[in-house]
Nanobody
Framework: QVQLVESGGGSVQAGGSLRLSCAAS????????MGWYRQAPGNQREFVAG????????NYADSVKGRFTISRDDAKNTVYLQMNSLKPGDTAVYYC???????????????WGQGTQVTVSS
């Protein structure tokens, strides 16, 4: 099993910044794509940002392009989300996700963290 634990959420005023971290632990053999999603009250969970294995390719939702930056440290099994110029519309629970294998013979499985709350006030 793989556990993902997010941290770094909190409350900030519009225009401020936060940096989310997501540390993976457990029976990790290899990690592929990792990413962040968010879910605001009454809304469906939506994609925010993704990063491929090695970190050379990133992808962002249009709503966060130019403001958010995703990165990863494979030595620490950790993915980050730097969020700048935050807006009230960014208020949501942010979830970390990734594709992991627990052994040479296991399939790739998708795991999710428990989420961290980000609240942006105007």
């Amino acid at each position: 099993q793989v556990q993902l634990v997010e941290s770094g959420g909190g409350s900030v005023q519009a225009g401020g910044s936060l940096r989310l971290s997501c540390a993976a632990s457990g029976s990790i053999f290899s990690i592929d794509t990792m990413g962040w999603y968010r879910q605001a009250p009454g809304n469906q969970r939506e994609f925010v940002a993704g990063i491929n294995s090695g970190g050379g390719i990133t992808n962002y939702a249009d709503s966060v392009k130019g403001r958010f930056t995703i990165s990863r440290d494979d030595a620490k099994n950790t993915v980050y989300l730097q969020m700048n110029s935050l807006k009230p519309g960014d208020t949501a629970v942010y979830y970390c996700t990734g594709l992991f294998r627990t052994s040479t013979w296991s399939p790739w499985n998708n795991y999710w963290g428990q989420g961290t709350q980000v609240t942006v006030s105007s």
